[in-house]
């Protein structure tokens, strides 16, 4: 299979004809492994949740409040690796190999470094930051103790995250799958003994992920650095140095995500603090509506890993066509796919609940917003896989500007007054209400055909 997905990939490259048969194989070569990533990865949050989760309502929303501000430096993560693994992807398929790899030795500088900076900052503002979230008292501490933890585990986490994507780019999804498998499993056993041998409790399931985050990025880095066909650093000697052109093609990727990701992911903490008011209760039924939801929306990402692979080689090669049918298999494939997943979610919303938590009020709160959000997967699906579609193709500016419109506009300014009067039911309506509506706008920029006309 890994034969075949190579010849394909080739000819996208060398300008060779793909059947639409070929070409819907090839988004399903690609996804299935990215899905298999992203399912593990939220796994190993299902995991953390519901071992802290059975510690209590209080130890689920410490992890809960702060969970927001982690996405938020996961993010800038994301966009930083975007900025290289694009272009990784499009001189790739423009079958430039040595190009490819020196902009890999220094995304490997910049990434890291980066890193390290959002990292420091972290914790530095960790013993703080539960309270400016509005935490209560029984959760300050424990939410506080895991920030920073995790704030600490960054550079780790950033390189894992973009040696996944450089070999993702190269059109590699299996290592990065099996090896975040493997993740989840360590996460497992360290959790264990974290958690419950040594009751550490919350800050062990921090210490936990951290560790098992450090050890597959150094997996994923030998992989990519040794043994990688296309992006083996040993073909030839280069300078990590960075090098204007590289770094400045990079800002320009990565410059509307990066801001993206403070404008839409400081909408995720505007919901906590719209949330936290609420109580310890709504708190930890939120927190685990959002991990139990992300069994259903994480394939839609691993799609639109995929997504960006396929566009991103197809733009380097020249083939606007090509590019524009990839986008579109992939949309309908993540739609259909996070559709049925959602009819699933909305039946077995109780258990998904019961696995994370053992108290009734949480379940049965959790499981009422877990069926409304049912029915706005599908829009979520077009908005994510589109997205991947358009950072393939470098088109970053638009996108961002509609998914932050869409989430102060649509979701956080309509929630402020209904989460007052409904509760969290109705903090969870808008946000069902929001990502159906930001599917729509994406839907329509993909068939305007507009993210391809800097190519």
């Not at 993010?75 to 499009?90: D, E, L, R, Y």
């Not at 220094?106 to 900076?117: D, I, K, P, S």
């Not at 949480?362 to 009422?368: H, N």
Request: charge should be positive; glycine fraction near 12%; aromatic fraction near 10%.
């Amino acid at each position: 299979m890994s034969a075949t997905k190579d010849i394909l990939l080739a000819q996208i490259r060398n300008g060779g004809t793909l059947t639409t048969g070929q070409q819907v194989k090839l988004c399903m070569m690609l996804s299935y492994p990215a899905i298999l990533a992203q399912l593990s990865s939220v796994m190993m949050q299902y995991i953390d949740t519901s071992m802290v989760g059975h510690l209590g309502a209080a130890a689920g929303a410490s992890i809960g409040l702060v969970s927001t501000c982690m996405w938020l430096m996961g993010g800038f993560g994301m966009a930083a690796t975007s900025g290289f693994s694009v272009q990784v992807a499009h001189r790739i398929g423009a079958n430039d190999f040595k190009g490819a790899r020196a902009v890999l030795r220094q995304a490997l500088v910049c990434v890291v470094g980066f890193g390290m900076v959002i990292g420091l900052l972290g914790a530095a503002v960790s013993q703080q930051l539960p309270v400016w979230l509005g935490g209560g008292e029984d959760i300050v501490a424990d939410a506080s103790r895991y920030f920073l933890i995790l704030s600490l585990f960054l550079p780790a986490m950033f390189l894992d995250w973009m040696c996944a994507a450089m070999l993702q780019a190269s059109g590699n999804m299996k290592v990065p799958s099996l090896l975040s498998i493997g993740m989840c499993l360590m996460d497992v056993v360290f959790n264990y003994i974290f958690i419950y041998k040594m009751e550490m409790g919350v800050a062990g399931a921090a210490l936990g992920s951290g560790l098992a985050e450090v050890i597959t990025g150094l997996l994923m880095l030998s992989f990519l650095v040794f043994r990688s066909k296309e992006l083996r650093l040993t073909h030839e000697r280069g300078s990590f140095r960075p090098e204007e052109g590289t770094v400045k093609r990079a800002l320009d990727i990565s410059g509307p995500m990066a801001l993206q990701n403070v404008l839409l992911r400081g909408g995720y903490i505007c919901a906590t603090v719209i949330v936290a008011p609420l109580g310890t209760l709504a708190i930890a039924a939120n927190s685990f509506a959002i991990t139990a939801e992300s069994l259903c929306y994480m394939p839609g990402v691993g799609i639109a890993d995929a997504a960006t692979t396929l566009v991103g080689q197809s733009v380097g090669a020249r083939r606007k066509d090509l590019a524009t049918r990839f986008a579109r298999i992939n949309t309908f494939m993540g739609m259909g796919i996070m559709g049925f997943l959602a009819i699933l979610m909305f039946i077995f919303a109780p258990q998904m609940m019961g696995i994370l938590s053992p108290e009734a009020p949480v379940i049965e709160l959790g499981a009422r917003v877990l069926r409304i959000e049912a029915f706005a997967e599908v829009g979520y699906a077009a908005s994510m896989v589109i997205y991947g579609a358009c950072v393939g193709a470098g088109d970053t500016r638009w996108p961002s500007v509609m998914n932050f419109g869409s989430m102060w506009v649509v979701r956080i300014i309509p929630a402020i007054f209904v989460t007052r009067a409904f509760g969290l039911v109705g903090f969870w309506v808008c946000m069902a209400v929001e990502l159906t509506f930001r599917g729509a706008i994406f839907l329509v920029r993909l068939y305007r055909g507009s993210w391809l006309k800097k190519v």
